[in-house]
Structures are given as C-alpha cells and as structure tokens.
DNA sequence: ACCACCCGCTTAAACGATTGGGCGCACCGC
DNA sequence: GCGGTGCGCCCAATCGTTTAAGCGGGTGGT
C-alpha cells in the first residue's frame, strides 16, 4: 500500500533507454544487439527500483498468464484435496505459474460457468479434479482449453488422466498379507459403483489367484466405506467359525471400524488378527493402535503429473495423444500385520 | 480450443457501433445516452457472439483484477485446510473473485517472494492463512497489499484477523460435561505454546468456576496433540483411584487415544466415561464407537470472514481500524457424554 | 565520393478492455 | 437564416507489456 507498482516505462527513465530495450535486456531476448555496459546500466536500475513486470500486461499482451485453473468437484473434508493441491501447486511452481481455484458443486450448468470464469482470466489450462477416483464424461467446455484430468477417467479418452492404480494397490496390500503366511483373508468391500470398488476387489482376486488360492466368496462382503460399515461387516467376518487370519480393508475407516470389531471380541492385533487398509488417512492410519499398515494414494504424485502433462499440453505444437495414466499406491508399514497365529 | 475469444470489438462491429459504445451498454454506465434500441442490439449481439470480457485486460485497465491471494503456510494434510478455502472461496465468488493459491513453506525470505508473486499478479488483496491457530508477526511485505489473518492473530494488530474463539469452545464443551451432572472431569491438554493450549486451558478453568468447582491439579495432563499422547494420559488419569468421570481432551486425535485407553480398561463409553473433543475431525468424530461429541472449528465462516472484511478493506476509502475477530466454536453433539455413573 | 552495411538503439503497433472529451446532426426559438 | 442546445454516438488515450520494423550515423569497400 506503499509506493505503486514501478512500471518498465520507471526503468527505462530512469536508465536513460527506451521500455523497448529495457524489455530486451530483461527478458534476454536473442539477437538483440545491447552494448554490455547498457545491459548492466538497465539490470542495475531494474533491481535498484525493485521492478518486476506486470503479470497482467504481460499475459494480455503474451497471450499467456502463467496461471492454471483448477477445478475440482468440491473441496471435500478429507485431506486427499490437499495433496492433490500440494503436487499441482509445486509443479506449477516449476513453471513460474500459480493456481487458480474453483470449486464447483457438481452442478453440470454451474461447471460450464466456472470454466468460463477460469477462461475469462485466460487461464493456460485447467486441471480437472475430483476428491475421489472416478470416471465420468467431463464437461464440454473443457474443450475450450488445454486441460486434464486429475482422479479423473474419461468415458471416451480425449483428455490426459491420471488416476491410482487401484489393483496394483490391492494386490500389494493382499500380497503383503500373503507373504508373511496369511491364507484366509477377509475383504470388506465398498458398494458404491466407483473404481476403487471394482479396482480392490479385482486386485485382491489377482493376489490371491497368483497363489494358486482359490476366492472364498464368504470371506468378502460389501459393506460400505465408513467405520460403521466396517465395524458391522468385520465383526459378521470374524463371527464365523472359519474366520479368517486377516483382513484387507477397502479404505481405512473400514479398517477402524474393524479395529473396533476386534477389540470387542477381544482379538489382539496384529496377533490374533492382522489388517491392512487403503487410503493411509495418517488422522487414522497413525491414530490406530497398532498403527495401520495401509496403501497409500498418490495424491501428491498425481497433482504433479496432471500439472506437467497439462504444461507439456500447452507447449505441444500439435496435438498429442491422450496419455491415460495410473500411479502406483505404495504400501506403509506400520504395525497391524503379522503372521497368522497357531501357524 | 476451437474458435480464439470473442472479443468487444467483434461485438461492436457485429452491432455497428463503437467499442465505446458496447462498453457503455455492456457496463450500464449511468448518465450514458444510447438509445433503447441500440442497447437492445447491442445485448443481443453479446450474447449471441458469447462475448465475455477478458478478465486480463480488464484488470489492467481498471487495476483491479477480481482475484484474491490466498498465502497459506502450508496445505497441511488435515482436512482443515479444505475448509477453510473452501468459505474464502464461496465468499470470494460472491464478489465476482477468485482464489489464487499459494503456499510456503514457512520460510521467510520465500513467503515475501511469494508475496510479490501475487502482487505482480495484481491481487486485490491477500488472506494470509494459518492451517493452525497461532499468534506471529506476519510478513513485512504483506503490507504492500490489502491483507487479512486467518487463523492467524498478529503480535500487533496492524491488519484485520480472525481465529476461533479457543476459550469460549472449551467452555461450551465442559459445561456440556457439567450440565448432565460430571463434577470431576479431567484434562488432557496439549503442550505446544499455541492459543490453542492456552486458549483451551483457560476455557477449562472458567467452566469450573463458574459452578464453583475447584480446578484439581491432579485432573489436568499436558500430554501432546496425537493419538498416541491421548492413549497415555487417558490410561494414566483412569488408573487413579478417583479417576475422572468425564474427559475433555485437546483434540479429537487425543479424544481417540482417550477411546482406546477407555476400551483397554474396559470402562463404557459414555456409561462409565464421558468424552468431549475439539475440532471436529468428522473422520475421527464419526468414525468412533461411540461418536465423539466434540467442539468444531469454524474454519469455513472464518474463511468467509476473511474475504468479506478483505473485499471492505478493498472498498473501504480511508483505512479502517483493523478488527480482531474470534468466531465460536459450535458444540456438535453424538454419543460420547451422558450422565456420570452411579449418581 | 558514394553506396552498403552494421550497430545500437527507438518508434509505434499491438494485446483487450474503459472513459473523458468531443463531434455531427437535428431541432428550436427568434 | 442563424446561434444554441441536446442527443447519440465515437475518437483516442490509457493500463503495462512485447516486438516487428525502422532510423541515424559511423565504417568499409570500391
């Protein structure tokens, strides 16, 4: 609230040189011919006077402001939002650009509106985000910008995406369970149509079968994805006279709710019963006695791809392929699994 | 991707009129005469063309960019953040705004670079955003901006600031505790110099007061924030012999391991122990048996405070005295208090 | 002596909006 | 017929950059 801005039209005054070649020495324009000892006169003044150009200007006049939209669904209460934001944010950072926020409620009209707010601010993509992994047709107007898709599979694949690899992060968890001797493994599963649904189930079939074990259908029950859900599904699991050793948790608030289960009946964890979970919610994961042993998503890798795909987008002279990626969910060991009792 | 922006001179030509004119009907400039009928063309070419102004030329034209910086310390992985960006940005699009986010990390002489960042972005005006309550003196070069504190509170009041209204939230939550009948109810602070332990503490103390209770020293532990912390302060202050008949515990992450240390000693939640938390961590909250009844924070109106006194300051002609604002903390009951046993 | 060329800069036109100050025309009064 | 007054609109400057094109003067070649 000081001084205003200093212009480059300040500099060049002050330097005794016209904006022109303020802005050539600046900005190392490449065949310009600047004496040196005018070069280092211009670079002087600029620092002396604290210039740096006008983002505003220079976007209007470039056609390019550094600034990313991104649009999410809805900023939701769990901290996946945040990681996701962190990656896009840091990667963004390598490019000299920021990021432009907007949420929409899932509203279809709403959403094309907001894409045209972020287009309004000539945004130099848009990074479409959803708070869990989906797949859906996104909105048409996003083919009025560079753009991709962050959480997000597209129905038909015209923008870049990337997405958790949800059956690799099951099976990692399973085989995690297998290897230290576990062979009846339990898997409360979620009920809603969405990928990770079908993603962990598929991946705890392909654990399985890779052992040559066959899939006990009443070891897996579809619950739901909270701990309630997961504290009735578990102690239903655990009431069996075939119970298994272990369990592998569709997120980690089924885990909690099994941990819940557990404790009611009086079995000792990782001991009597050893579980692992999705989603590493540290608030749970490290919360938990024992600590979870979980698989985590790859937010913050994720938040970073979607940025440097989106930039590689920009800078592309033609238009390139739709790259359809999925990361892989490292497993975080803490101290909920061991090998089964009475072995 | 598919046509470049329409821009006002297209509508002007389209219209056979002047851009001047577009601007004047477009922004119903007052004591502007244009006839009816032009006007009425005029709109309707707009429309037709899908004219929408660019924002970038706007703002350098009018210096005034209808975007705001939102400086956070770091996009924590609580689900705090979430919340309050989320107010700050519903505000924010009350006023035709948006966000542009950016976060440092704590470092100094990075926070003011990224301060100029913004500034050379011409934001209206900067929030600058705590993910935990805390007192520091924010960054010099905040002043060459209009700013507003959230959750944050300056050690001199030079700009506006809002945080959660810490005694008052714990007051609630152990007169809610005293109103079903406890009288000795423990403490498990946190140890951190925040407003939160202080602030917590404080609110603790006058509750009792208030009926006349003495404050026993023996009740209250500074333990920590986490899971962990809560596990043993809990075991410790239900191993007394004149253990507690109810607990408010810093947070909901303690309030968990206040749980575990209940269920280890196998007393009833809330039969034979009551428990009030703080935060409203719903993942913890909701995810527990039984629910936690806990104290929220009101992230999501502090962030729309934040926007709101910002977009006055924006406003405003002269400067205003800088407001310092607690906002309560709302009592949100579920199923972890009810009467102590054995009245 | 003249032309060409190169050096080191500057002029001016964009980018897309807003806005103070006209400008031409029609009409009115006398 | 003529000055005055509105009406309805437009010209051009401006915000702060970037950049194609040009310009004056010295130098070198012939």
């Not at 002050?14 to 000892?37: E, F, Q, W, Y």
């Not at 590689?312 to 497993?331: M, N, R, T, W």
Request: proline content about 6%; hydrophobic content about 40%.
């Amino acid at each position: 609230m000081t001084q205003s801005k200093v212009t480059i039209r300040d500099v060049a005054a002050r330097a005794g040189v016209s904006t022109t070649t303020v802005s050539h020495v600046l900005n190392d324009v490449p065949g310009k011919r600047i004496l040196d000892s005018t070069r280092v006169r211009v670079r002087q003044v600029a620092t002396e006077l604290r210039y740096t150009p006008n983002r505003l200007a220079q976007g209007l006049r470039l056609q390019r402001s550094h600034t990313i939209g991104f649009l999410s669904d809805e900023i939701a209460t769990t901290p996946f939002a945040g990681n996701m934001v962190r990656g896009a944010q840091d990667a963004a950072g390598e490019f000299d650009s920021l990021l432009l926020l907007l949420n929409s409620g899932r509203d279809e009209g709403l959403e094309s509106k907001e894409i045209g707010a972020l287009l309004d601010r000539q945004v130099d993509g848009i990074v479409y985000a959803s708070m869990y992994h989906r797949v859906l047709t996104p909105p048409a107007a996003l083919e009025a910008s560079r753009s991709v898709l962050l959480d997000v599979r597209s129905h038909v694949p015209l923008l870049p995406s990337v997405v958790p690899d949800e059956v690799g992060g099951a099976v990692t968890a399973v085989t995690e369970l297998l290897s230290v001797g576990h062979r009846r493994i339990g898997f409360i599963n979620n009920v809603d149509d969405i990928p990770a649904t079908h993603g962990r189930l598929a991946g705890y079939r392909q654990a399985l079968t890779a052992q040559q074990l066959p899939l006990e259908p009443q070891l897996v029950i579809a619950a739901g994805h909270d701990a309630p859900s997961g504290y009735r599904a578990a102690t239903a699991l655990l009431a069996r006279s075939d119970r298994p050793t272990a369990i592998f948790c569709f997120n980690d608030q089924v885990a909690m709710g099994a941990y819940q289960a557990a404790q009611q009946l009086e079995l000792d964890i990782p001991k009597d019963l050893s579980i692992v979970g999705f989603d590493d919610l540290t608030l749970i994961s490290e919360g938990l006695r024992p600590g979870l042993t979980t698989v985590a998503l790859p937010h913050y890798e994720m938040g970073r791809w979607a940025i440097h795909t989106l930039m590689a987008l920009i800078d592309a002279i033609g238009s390139v392929p739709a790259e359809q990626v999925a990361l892989p969910c490292p497993l975080v060991r803490r101290a909920s699994v061991s090998s089964p009792p009475r072995l």
